[in-house]
């Protein structure tokens, strides 16, 4: 039972700033409950903190001060706090950090009225002050959070007039927070639908799961086999219980299609919390799931740490879905996150996927998952047939991608009435931008990739750090005039390319930077399922998910793409992707057809991927893993070093690779340093350490120990990486 603590108790209050452990004050009048959510001095300012229990002692008593005032929120409950500790040991992330990941909702204790909140907004001041630029500071600081006037004053030393003074330029914006209405209720048993044998036996089995016991099954089953159906009744039995249900997708974009088939099933829409959600929303969510009233959360990988009441399933759809591994700040994978979660609150988590990650595979293998398969596409689809078009055969034009074999496969489907894709997962029109005179390409400025030539934008973008410039005449090495000349295809190129070749076909391309909003992305994706166009150009974006039910072909312009380089998860990926993209062809009543273009038709990827035995494909993978001694059989940890001084970066990381007592002492060993994946990013330079130990090995405090070796000075940085993707 949370403890309650009477007036003037010295109590521990983990706070969002910065720092490594709880701070010591005194329970207000009142008292309050571990778990609060308060509001404490520190310094001049008034900060966030929950109530983390008994007060340390380790401060000076008479120093120590007393909570200003405990916030109109339920308490963060016992299980909820010991999902950020846990978390925080296992990324190695201070605890503040994690806490900041659960309260991110403006306004989050204040009792619900109409309220104004201020963010930072698109605007520039015409006149900047130190103030000023305190206030932009302190808002940007808040990554598009919102907060009240007195907040965003208070936290950048200013008074209100200074907030206000930005308002008219648009530096600052202002928002009206509505009171936070409750959500619809959901009825479980709303718009079922009957399903197949197959479909209804594993939705009994995740019915059974729905007994108040941590389980995570994988569901796995080729697109369109009902997964989503199937997943669907464990959530209806999960609102018959009383509970709440957590469905994390894997991209914004797909929430939309989505939410309007749960509203389909269960006659209401459920909450929504994303980056894409306002403020207001946001802070109503936040309440709305604490208060156990919003009974179903459709969200990317932060939803999972929302202030669940009573939280008894997670589904993580696509689960092998690299976006789901957060990359900056804290990082973490909202798969493994999500079972972490439930497993201390006594939940079900379902990882649904038609290509599971070899993580998850290989756990169902141990038998730590329980796992489901439907084998067949719900009703008379079949699946796609899916051929290599061997390009050392084909006739290619210079400059063309398209080859004569999968044109005529194209112009046949565009006469049936049908449409076709042709992937490519390169954004942009040209990956390299190439000066005919003096042969260099043009590179990022600060790092170390190529910009990309965009030629809608009318700029090239490097896709590392997001800088852009316009596209040059002159080469910016050697001066020449018009000498630049694109190389290699982006979907812009191929979507030229397809305009001369299909002078008829109405093209859409489906490219994540096409878009200004959501809202756009979302109006071509409903066009395109309507049959708004016949031939639809796209990236990775079309992998994930989407329903085109007049979509019978897919043509793969580059299936090699994925397996040139020495990641060992290479394969693994390319596999996903492929058959992700070739499972958009075809549904009910249209088979469908996958073409992949390639010049190494007898890779065993490529063959694994057309054919074949699935099951024998993720063996042999997981034989290769399990002989090097990489994940899932073996523990991996990646040590980013950065700064801008690349000799200082390497020498921190030699010191580090030599002194490995620390590691050693648990059978770990350092590999490296050697320039990390993306070796340079926004002006640093960037260093990797691999430390791999065996299956079990207690790695986080060897870890912590060793790390804990060095105090970084000037630029340095260093972030740790459990179970890095790449490697
Ligand atoms: P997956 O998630 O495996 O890709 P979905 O659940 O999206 O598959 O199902 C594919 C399509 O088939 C969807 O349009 C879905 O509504 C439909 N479908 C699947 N199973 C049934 C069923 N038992 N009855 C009616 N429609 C179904
Ligand atoms: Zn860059």
Not at 95 to 113: F, H, I, Y
Request: charged share 25%.
């Amino acid at each position: 039972m949370d403890a309650f603590y009477d007036p003037g108790t010295l109590i521990a209050v983990l706070t969002t700033q910065p720092l490594d452990r709880t701070l010591d004050y005194r329970a207000p009048e009142g008292g309050c409950f571990q778990g609060a959510y308060v509001e404490v001095p520190l310094g001049p300012r008034k900060v966030l903190g929950v109530v983390w229990g008994e007060g340390t002692g380790d401060y000076d008593l008479s120093k120590v001060r007393s909570v200003i005032r405990v916030l109109d929120a339920a308490p963060m409950r016992a299980e909820l706090r010991t999902f950020l500790e846990r978390a925080a040991a296992y990324t190695l992330t201070p605890l503040p950090a994690m806490l900041r990941l659960a309260t991110r909702a403006p306004g989050l204790g204040d009792p619900p009225s109409m309220r104004k909140v201020y963010r930072r907004g698109s605007g520039e001041p015409d006149r900047m002050t130190d103030a000023r630029a305190r206030v932009l500071d302190a808002a940007e600081e808040m990554g598009g959070l919102a907060l009240t006037l007195s907040e965003l004053a208070e936290s950048a030393g200013v008074t209100p007039q200074v907030v206000k003074g930005l308002l008219p330029s648009g530096a600052i914006v202002e928002e009206d927070t509505p009171r936070d209405t409750p959500f619809p209720p959901l009825d479980p048993d709303h718009g079922s639908k009957d399903l197949t044998d197959d479909q209804a036996q594993a939705a009994e089995a995740l019915r059974a799961g729905q007994d108040g016991t941590y389980s995570t099954t994988l569901l796995k089953g080729v697109t369109g086999s009902g997964k989503t159906e199937v997943y669907l009744e464990a959530v209806a039995e999960c609102l018959r219980r009383g509970r709440q249900a957590l469905v994390l997708l894997p991209e914004i974009a797909l929430t939309a299609e989505f939410l309007t088939r749960v509203q389909a099933r269960f006659g209401a829409k459920p909450a929504e919390w994303h980056s894409g959600v306002t403020m207001t929303e946001r802070r109503r969510v936040w309440r709305m799931v604490g208060e156990g009233q919003a009974q179903m959360v459709i969200g990317a990988r932060s939803a999972l740490f929302l202030p669940f009441q009573r939280l008894g399933l997670i589904v993580v759809d696509e689960e092998h879905d690299t976006s789901y591994k957060q990359e900056d700040g804290v990082l973490y994978n909202a798969r493994d996150m999500a079972v972490l979660r439930a497993s201390i609150l006594g939940a079900q988590v379902v990882l649904a996927s038609a290509t599971p990650s070899l993580e998850s595979w290989a756990n169902a293998d141990a038998g730590k998952y329980q796992r489901l398969d439907l084998t067949s596409r719900f009703g008379p689809a079949i699946l796609p047939e899916m051929r290599a078009l061997d390009m050392r055969g084909e006739d290619m034009a210079p400059n063309t991608w398209i080859s004569p074999s999968l044109r005529r496969a194209v112009t046949q489907r565009m006469e049936a009435g049908e449409q076709a894709l042709l992937f490519l997962n390169r954004r942009g029109y040209a990956p390299v931008t190439l000066c005919r005179a003096c042969g260099q390409q043009i590179g990022c400025p600060h790092c170390d990739a190529r910009m990309v030539e965009h030629r809608f934008l009318k700029r090239l973008v490097c896709h590392q750090c997001g800088e852009s410039t316009p596209i040059p005449t002159t080469c910016p090495s050697c001066g020449a005039e018009d000498r630049l000349a694109p190389v290699g295809p982006g979907v812009e190129r191929l979507a030229e390319e397809a305009a001369s070749a299909f002078p008829d076909a109405r093209i859409a391309v489906l490219s994540s930077d096409l878009y200004g909003t959501a809202r756009e992305l979302k109006a071509q994706i409903e066009s395109i399922a309507a049959g708004g166009c016949d031939i639809i150009i796209g990236t990775q974006l079309v992998a994930k998910g989407h329903n085109f039910p007049l979509l019978t072909l897919v043509g793969v312009i580059d299936a090699d793409l994925g397996l040139q380089g020495s990641d060992l998860r290479a394969a693994e990926r390319t596999f996903q992707l492929m058959r992700q993209v070739a499972g958009r062809a075809g549904r009910a009543d249209r088979p469908g057809e996958a073409l992949l273009q390639t010049f190494q038709p007898e890779h065993p990827v490529i063959r694994a991927i057309l054919g074949g035995d699935e099951e024998a494909f993720w063996r042999a993978e997981a034989d290769e893993r399990r002989a090097a001694g990489m994940p899932p059989y073996g523990r991996l940890a990646g040590v980013i070093l950065s700064g801008s001084e690349v000799d200082r970066v390497f020498d921190l990381g030699t010191w580090l690779a030599r002194h490995d007592a620390a590691l050693r002492r648990v059978g770990a060993q350092v590999y490296g340093p050697a320039p990390a994946p993306i070796a340079r990013v926004r002006g640093r330079h960037r260093v990797r350490l691999l430390v791999k130990a065996a299956k079990g090995t207690a790695l986080q405090p060897a870890l912590a120990d060793w790390a804990g070796q060095v105090r970084l000075k000037g630029d340095l940085r260093m972030a740790i990486d459990i179970d890095p993707q790449n490697f």
